[in-house]
Structures are given as structure tokens and as C-alpha cells.
């Protein structure tokens, strides 16, 4: 056996070792079948390359044209497979519909970031299977740098009662991302203790919480009446109520570290 | 001699709610003396405690009377205020309204209250036809209710299903209909209830013998369905599904006091009340910060009750 | 006499089926009329009709007005109806369920001590027999202070001791001014009680009269559609002496 035909035979035994990330074609009929897939996909510049998406992909404007082949709730495998998709990227392998993707020969891509650090990795990953490692890893280089500039900024160790819903009052607990996201930004979740991702939560403990800072995310409530209910009971002057566009804050994509740097400033706004 | 024996368990009664009263009142994120209260304290028991107490304790009692309306008014001592589906209609009411209108309480409690109803008139057309028909006509709609249920909530948006889930499993804290009101509703219904007591113990021998003592069936079935159904369509407005409150509390008292209506409904309508105070107390004490959702304690309180009083029933 | 209730070409409905042809009589205070027929003949809607319970083709006269007239509460005053046993689902105890009909203290007492309940008072109807049940719906009716009572087979559920005291105690009722309709099963009970026959056959045709008219052999196969014999050895309950024929 010579020698080039040897490497020929080593090559093809790393792909099929690394299904994808060496594939000499690149997947270039991709479902997004989560948000923040797809603003990966268009933030790493491949976005010719997505074909479906499924509700709630709303970003960039571009995206909105995409057509849907299902909700949170599942996929409609049917309209899937019409789009022709060689690889389907979800938030988890339980969502429904996705195993018979994959028995439809469909090529099946994991993405469900808790840290900075799987963000990176999966816009890297998405680089690699769409052939724009150039971009991904640019774009990973920056991200990296301003996440640097937050963890250097000096802790604020503020106070923060985060406001998922009004009612029922929910918040966040130790295991989900956002509480990650508070402490990246040097605050201190009041409900940091709470070993759900999101519980539900009496008035009283957050009065007694004594939080700083509500963060109220900016969907289907009013606003100015909520800020007037938590200044009737925590005081005016001691507590800063901010709303902040929830698909910022609750998609780990791309757009997390704009949602980061807003909570950061928010945090280190001088005591009202 | 009975006279005072009467007397001294009302008192008993009255005292031993007072005392539970004042306890879920005291009972929070911290101990607060409501007898001994002041600036935020105070703020914190008048404004967030009480009307939520009161809230579960007119709710309870609603239900209680509700369920033994319906236990008289279908001939069966199981019976419950949401076993004609009335639950299940208003829950659909509720979800429909938060699907297609603006995402408040209010609308969602309109909802409900419009969902009850066009349950209830459902169930009226069978109201004539006799109490085994109209439990059957019950039992149906209820399943057709819950399928409704499941096709709108398979279409709600994703952030409105938080609330949707936290109201059918019941929740006091978000009523609004104002607590005096509910109060108000709470006594009018005992009163109408007492008022139908001795009707109501003479429907107990049945249709036929009821009529051959005098009492006009039909109108007083009517009059019944009605009073029942109103009731419990406010009940499941103010504080959305809440099972097991309305089975077993009637018929503890049954056992407790006997099946005279004068001394059941007025001890339903407390003991519900105190039930359902208890039950939201421990929902927001026990794995406080977080909190539990009403309507699982009570289903953790009732389901094994009932299954003892079922037990002792057979024996 | 007096006239309590005058019934002219009363038939019932059920379905579509008229049960029996028009039936003419009158109940009269003091006399016992025993409604005698087979199964499904109509014997228990006929009670029910004159109880007012359920609708009734022909004219029904209560006291010289037609019964239809009445409210359920004047009708209840005047007439008393026993049926089937009630539901005893709920727990009522049996001095409730007594208390439901009569607030009278005194009266329950006598009455529970002439049907033998007394010792029962205290118990929930759902931990009687039904035996004992009937007999406190047998005195549920008594306690009632009306002047016409209808019986739909008071001495079903019965032991023969408590069928025959409940025999005497109907005849001691009729003798103080009571009107008593009642459905029998029993030939011997029927000919110890009745002042006036009504006999339903199978083809809806009625006959009512004086009970030495209708009670004999031909009439009553025919009304039952069914053999009888006389036999004169047969060992019978002491219901004490038949009203009119004098012998025991």
C-alpha cells in the first residue's frame, strides 16, 4: 500500500470519526429549530445556509421570512422533511418530532448552552459544520474579549430580585442560566439559594429579600404599574426597578453578552 | 339542654376559628403578631395576608356549600361543585379569554365566569330529566369540557401557559373580585342555603316522597342547580380549580353533625373556609421562599380523607 | 259518611300505553278500598294519580275539588302517600327522618311505639333492614294527620308478626274515621281489610265494589289470570274478623 493511499484512507477514517465537523461539503440545508440557533447561524454569516426555523425565531429582521415547521411544542415533521434539510439543530433531543428527523436520515446537532464558555463552543461547532469557521471564530474572539472587559469590571454585589412573571410571581432559581447571568454581571441573585430553574415565590419573601434591584423583562406587562407596586413595598429610594428585552437575556445566543452588558450598567448605576 | 349543647359547639366552633385564623394570619415568610403589629408589618398583614386569607376562606366555604348543594341535588353523597363539568368549562372559558384578549386577571377571571356559565346551561337542559340523567350529562360534558381544554392549550402561546397552569390548579392570591364582595356572596349563600335547609332535608327522601310532602320538585331542583352552580362559577372566578374542598367537607360534616341541612351547611360553609386557609397557608409557608400551588394541597389533604371516609362508609 | 275523594273515568298514561280503562269510585272516610291486580297492571300509578304525583287522565274530586286545583302543600295536608322505600344514602337517622313529616314529640313517641321502633330511633336509616324501614315509613305516613292514606304494598318487607299487627293497626285507623286505599298482594290480607274492592286484570278492565260482591273465586282468577283453589284446612295469620262476611 503506498504511501497517498494510506493518508487517502487515514482522512476518510477521521471523518467518519468526526461526522460533520471535517465533512468535506458542508451542511447547507440547516433547520434552526431553536432562537438562538438561529441568531447563531445569522451572527456567524450562514444564513443562506438555514432553510426552516420554528416560532419565536424573530431575529435578525431576515429571519422572520423563514418558513416555520413547528413551535416549542414540537415539530411538524411533514413540513420539515419538504424543506429537504440535511442537518436539524435543537435545544434538546426530547423535542418531539426530532427523532423521526433523524430516522428520516436527517443529521441531528445538539445546542443547549448554560455558560458563556457553550456558547462559544457551539458558535464555533456551527462554524465548523457550515463552513464559516472564519466567522465564528472571529466573532467568538470579540465576544470573549468583551465578556473579559464585564469580569474585570469591579463586583457591585447589588441585590437583584429578578421578576420572570407577575402573576404567579416567578423568579430564578440556583440552576438556571440567568442566575448565572446576574453573577457574571457582579450582582447577587436574592433567590440564588432556591434549587429550581424557575419557583414561584411569595410577595413577603421578596419584601423580606430586601432586593436592590428588580429586573422586570419587558413582555406582556405593564411596566410603570409594576414599578409602582414595588415601590409601594420596598420604598422608592431604596430599590431600582429596570425592564430589560427579555430575548436578550433569556436566548443563549449571540445577543447574551448585549443582555450581559445591559444588566452590568444596570447594576452599576449609583444607589438612587 | 340541646338548645345550650348547640350553642356551646357554635361557640367551640367560632373560638377554635378564630384561633386558625389568627394563626395562618401570624404564619408567613416571618412570624408577625397580628395583635402587635406596625409600619410595614403592618402593611404586609392588612394589605398582602389578610385579603388573601379572606379570599381562601370565602372561597372554601363556597365550594363546601356548592358541593353539598350538588349531593343533595343528584342524590349522591360523592357528588362534588365540579362534577357536572363546571371546572372544566370555566377553565376553557379562562384559557380562551388569554388566548384572544389582552393578558390580565380581570380577563382572565371574565372568562371563567362566562366559561362556568355557558357550562351550567349545558347542564340545565337535564336539569328536568332527573338527578341519575343530568350526573350522566355531567360526566360527559365534563369530558368534553377537558378536550376543549387540551385543544386551547395546546394552541396558547408559551409565555401565557404559566399562568394558565398556575390558575387551574387554584390559586387565592389573585382574585379580582373584591374580598368584601366575596365575603358578601359567602353569607348570601349560606343564607339561602339555611333558608332551603328544611327542603333540602325532605329531598333526601327522594323525588317522590319529597313531592308527596308538599315541596314543589321540580322548582326547588331548579332553584338548587341554579344557587349551586352560581356559586361555585364565582368560586372558580376568584381562585380557579380547587378540588377535593367541596367533596370532603360536606360530607365530614354529615358524618360529624348529621344530615340535617341547618347544622351542615353552616358548618360547611366555616369548615371549608378554615380548610382552605389552612391549605393555602401551608402552600405558601412550606417550601417558602417558593411556593405551591392551593389546589395540589388540597388534593393532598383530600384525595386520603376521602378514600378513609369510603373505607369507613362500606363498614 | 263523609266523601273524601270521587274519582270518574281515571285512567293513566305511561308511554304511550293507557293502563287501565277509566275507573270510577269514591273514598270515603272510614272505609278501606284494597286495590288488588297482577304485575304492571297500574295498581301503583293509580295510588300515585290520587296522591296527585304524576298526571292522570279523568276527573279526580278531592273534597269536592278537583284534585289538580290544590297547591302540593294543601294537597299534602289531606292526603298521604307511602310508596317505595327511600334513598338512605345520606344518614338520617330514623327520629330525623320522623321529624321531617310531624315536630310533635309526643306523637312520634306513640307512633314508633305502635309500629316497634322505639329502640331504633337513634339509628341511620342506612343501618335498618328493610323491614325496618318500611315499618318507619309506615309510621312517617301515620304521623301524618291526614284523612286519606294511600298504601303502595305497606306489608312487603314484613315479618308475619309485624304484617299482622300492621293489619289490625290499619283496620283500628279505618274505625276512627280514616280513608284507606291500599295495594295488596295478599288475597287473605286484601279479604281481612277491605270494605271495597278495585281489581285491575291483565286487559286494563276495572271493576270496583263491595268487597262480599267482588271477593270470589271466578272474579279474582280472572282478574289474576290465574288458578285458585278453595280449601278450607289452609293455616292462615289471625287478621281478626273480616268487616262484613263476620267469620275469622
Known sequence: MNLPRRIILALLWLCMLLPGVSHAEHYSRILALSPHVCEMLYAIGAASRVVGAVSYCDYPADARALPRVGSYKGIRVEAALRLKPDLAIASSEHVKGLMQLKKAGVNIVISNPRRFEDIFHDMLTLGALTGHQQEAATLVRQQRKRLNRIRQHASSQRRVFYELWPDPLLTVGKSGFINTLISEAGGHNVFAHIPLETPRVNIEAVIKARPDVIIIPREKRNIQQRQRFWNKWLGKQHVHIAGVDPDLLHRPGPRLIDGLEILQRILNQPQP | MTQHRALLVWAIVLAVSAGFFLLCLAMGEQWINPLHASGQDAMILWELRLPRLLTAFAVGGLLALAGAWFQVLLGNPLAEPYVLGVAGSASAGAVAALMWLPDTTWVMSAGAFVGAWLGIVCVMFFARSGPDKMLLAGVVLAAFWSAMLGLLLALLPEQTLFRAFSWMMGDVSGSDIPVPLLLAIWGGALLCGCLLSRSLDILLLGERHAEALGIDVQRLRQQLLFLASTVTALAVTAAGTIGFVGLVVPHFMRLLLGSLHHRVLPAAAMGGGILLMLADTIARTMIAPAELPVGILTAIIGVPVFLFLLLRRRS | ?248
Open chain 3, 1 to 248: 259518611m263523609m266523601l273524601l275523594m270521587k274519582l270518574r273515568h281515571v285512567s293513566v298514561q305511561r308511554g304511550r300505553k293507557t293502563l287501565f280503562s277509566g275507573v270510577n269510585f269514591t273514598v270515603t272516610a272510614g272505609h278501606i278500598t284494597v286495590i288488588l291486580g297482577g304485575n304492571g297492571a297500574g295498581k301503583s300509578s293509580l295510588l300515585l294519580a290520587m296522591a296527585g304525583l304524576i298526571p292522570a287522565i279523568g276527573d279526580i274530586e278531592l273534597m269536592g275539588r278537583p284534585l289538580r286545583h290544590y297547591s302540593p302543600r294543601e294537597r299534602t295536608r289531606l292526603i298521604a302517600w307511602q310508596g317505595e322505600l327511600p334513598p338512605t344514602a345520606f344518614g338520617l337517622t330514623v327520629e330525623q327522618r320522623l321529624h321531617l313529616v310531624s315536630n310533635c314529640p309526643q306523637t312520634i313517641h306513640h307512633v314508633a311505639c305502635e309500629m316497634a321502633i322505639s329502640h331504633l330511633l337513634l339509628h341511620a336509616l342506612d343501618q335498618l333492614s328493610s323491614g325496618e324501614l318500611q315499618r318507619v315509613e309506615l309510621a312517617a305516613l301515620m304521623l301524618r294527620d291526614a284523612p286519606v292514606w294511600l298504601l303502595d304494598e305497606p306489608t312487603s318487607h314484613l315479618d308475619f308478626k309485624h304484617q299482622i299487627r300492621l293489619i289490625h293497626t290499619l283496620k283500628h285507623y279505618a274505625t276512627r274515621g280514616k280513608a284507606i286505599v291500599v295495594i295488596l298482594h295478599d288475597l287473605q290480607q286484601a279479604r281481612a281489610l277491605a270494605d271495597f274492592l278495585i281489581l285491575i286484570d291483565r286487559q286494563g278492565e276495572t271493576r270496583y265494589g263491595a268487597c262480599e260482591e267482588l271477593f270470589n273465586r271466578q272474579m279474582l282468577c280472572q282478574t289474576f289470570d290465574a288458578p285458585l283453589v278453595e280449601q278450607a284446612v289452609a293455616l292462615l295469620p289471625d287478621y281478626g274478623i273480616c268487616p262484613k262476611t263476620g267469620e275469622t
